[in-house]
């Protein structure tokens, strides 16, 4: 079976997306930092006969996001498709927003650590055993700032705008060898709850995407508007 590996893994697009490739005969290696809601996440795709298996690591700490890919690729035997998509719902050491004007490197490192330096970490923790098969898929999710960054997240669009960036020249430089790497950016709020006057859409409405994009290949980002 082939193994989607989804890093930043959570209740929202990670379960969504753990659900539209389990559901079509992937098993699922799921990776975020807090153990017993991996396990929940775990439980709730057994129910549906998907089979998953958590790796706790926290993004910030590379040497354990590698060493979770590292285990997941012992466990399935091949990761085939890894998505990047942490979500700071719980704290993360050191965030903050900043505008434009107010961003200094205290309050980028963070950011850039988390969104660009972990996508980075884990795309080369599988890059090599894709590389020998000459196949695998690589995709990366961001917010719409990545793309149309908004002043109140000066800082943390500014390392969606790196990674999406690097998804875009990984894409043109892994063109023909059979790996596909792709950059997503979620241009709404999940969920319910969201600020008065901005689009919201659920996981599971934007989750089909990601099978497309696999199944395409032809594009080197997609945007979820809605
Ligand atoms: N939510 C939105 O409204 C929204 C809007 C636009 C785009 N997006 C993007 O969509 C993607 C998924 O968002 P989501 O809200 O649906 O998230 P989700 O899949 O529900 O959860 C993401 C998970 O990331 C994990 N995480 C957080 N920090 C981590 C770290 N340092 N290391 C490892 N894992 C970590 C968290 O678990 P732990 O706390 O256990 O680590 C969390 O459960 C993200 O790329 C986000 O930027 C979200």
Same mark, same amino acid.
């Given at each position: 079976m082939p193994t989607l590996a989804v890093v930043g893994a959570g209740p929202g697009m990670g379960l969504a997306i753990a659900r539209t490739f389990g559901s079509r005969g992937f098993d699922v290696a799921l990776i975020a930092r807090t153990a017993k809601k991996l396990d929940d996440l775990v439980a709730r795709l057994g129910e549906e006969e998907i089979t998953a298996t958590a790796f706790p690591a926290d993004v910030m700490d590379r040497a354990s996001l590698t060493a979770a890919l590292e285990a997941a690729r012992a466990r399935? $035997?091949?990761?085939d498709v890894l998505e990047y998509s942490p979500a700071p719902h719980s704290p993360v050491a050191g965030f903050t927003t900043a505008a434009p004007s107010e961003a200094d490197v205290d309050n980028l490192q963070p950011q850039i650590e988390y969104t660009f330096y972990g996508a980075v970490t884990a795309a080369r923790a599988v890059l090599p055993a894709m590389r020998e098969a000459g196949a695998g898929t690589l995709l990366f999710t961001t917010g719409g700032g990545s793309i149309h960054p908004i002043p109140m997240l000066g800082n943390v669009n500014a390392a969606g705008g790196a990674l999406r960036n690097w998804v875009l020249n990984l894409h043109s430089e892994l063109s023909g060898s059979g790996i596909y790497a792709a950059h997503i950016a979620i241009n709404t709020w999940l $969920? *319910? $709850? /969201?600020? *008065? /006057?901005i689009p919201s859409a659920t996981p599971e409405q934007v989750a089909p995407l990601y099978w497309d994009l696999y199944e395409r290949r032809d594009q080197a980002e997609a945007v979820f508007n809605g």
């Open positions: 399935f $035997g091949s990761i $969920g *319910e $709850g /969201g600020p *008065e /006057g």
